[in-house]
C-alpha cells in the first residue's frame, strides 16, 4: 500500500500557512488510470505521483485535470525527495526538465512562464483591495489579482476555478508568471500566512522557492 505524504509548500517563517500538498514518494504503486480519481478523493489543489526518484520523474494532478507544470508541487517534492530520499538537481514533469535545489531552510525550482497554466494577472490599488475580493476581478477563471505592499513585496490571491480550485493558498505556477511580467526579484505573500520567493534568471527560466512542512504520513489504499 503506498504512502501520501501531506506537506505545506511555502510557509511563513514560523511555519503557518503553506499550500498542502500530496505525494506519492512510490508513485509507481498507483495505476496511471486511478491517478485522477486518487487526487479527486484526496481532493488537495495538487497531488505528485513520483514515477523514478533518481530521475525525478513526476506527474501532477489537480483535483480535475493532470497539469504539466505546477510550482508548489515541485518545490514539496523536491524538498520531500531530498529529506526522505536522495536530493535531485532535475525534476521531469511532463513540461520539461525543471532545475531544482535546496538553498538554507528552503526548496527552489525553475520553470519557464508557457510552462504555467494561462493565468492573468490584475494589479490593484493597494493590498486592501485584493483582501476584498470575493472572487477574481472580471470572474476570470484563472486569474490572479496583486499590490504592492513595498518595492520588493505584493500582497496577492490567485482564483484558478478553470482547474477545478476556488482560490488557491499558494501558486508557484502563477508567481512564476508574474515574476517573468514584472521582471525582477519578489516575495509574495498569498493566502492566509504564505510566502513565495521568486528570481527570474537571464536564462528566461523563473525560479520560485520557499519553506516546507511535513504534517502527516499515512497508508492509501487504491
Do not use: C
Not at 488537495?44 to 507544470?69: H, K, R, Y
Amino acid at each position: 500500500m503506498p504512502e501520501l505524504h501531506i506537506l505545506r509548500v511555502f510557509t511563513a517563517p514560523d511555519g503557518s500557512g503553506g499550500n498542502p500538498l500530496g505525494v506519492f514518494l512510490d508513485g509507481a504503486a498507483v495505476p496511471l488510470g486511478k491517478r485522477q480519481a486518487v487526487a479527486a478523493e484526496i481532493g488537495l489543489s495538487e497531488t505528485v505521483f513520483v514515477d523514478d526518484p533518481p530521475t525525478g520523474q513526476v506527474q501532477i494532478f489537480t483535483p480535475a485535470v493532470e497539469v504539466p507544470f505546477a510550482g508548489h508541487p515541485l518545490v514539496g517534492t523536491a524538498w520531500l525527495l531530498a529529506s526522505a530520499r536522495e536530493p535531485v538537481h532535475v525534476l521531469r514533469p511532463r513540461a520539461g526538465e525543471v532545475p531544482a535545489r535546496l538553498e538554507a531552510d528552503r526548496a527552489l525550482v525553475a520553470g519557464r512562464p508557457e510552462w504555467a497554466p494561462p493565468f492573468r494577472w490584475f494589479e490593484l490599488g493597494s493590498p486592501a483591495e485584493v483582501e476584498e475580493l470575493a472572487e477574481a476581478p472580471e470572474g476570470h477563471d484563472l486569474a490572479g489579482a496583486y499590490a504592492w505592499e513595498s518595492e520588493s513585496t505584493v500582497r496577492a490571491r490567485v482564483f484558478p476555478v478553470r482547474l477545478g480550485i476556488q482560490e488557491d493558498e499558494a501558486t508557484g505556477a502563477a508567481a512564476v508568471v508574474l515574476g517573468a511580467l514584472l521582471r525582477r526579484d519578489l516575495e509574495i505573500r498569498q493566502g492566509k500566512g504564505s510566502v513565495i520567493a521568486v528570481h527570474p534568471r537571464p536564462d528566461g527560466l523563473v525560479e520560485i522557492g520557499g519553506r516546507v512542512r511535513l504534517d502527516e504520513v499515512r497508508a492509501f489504499g487504491v
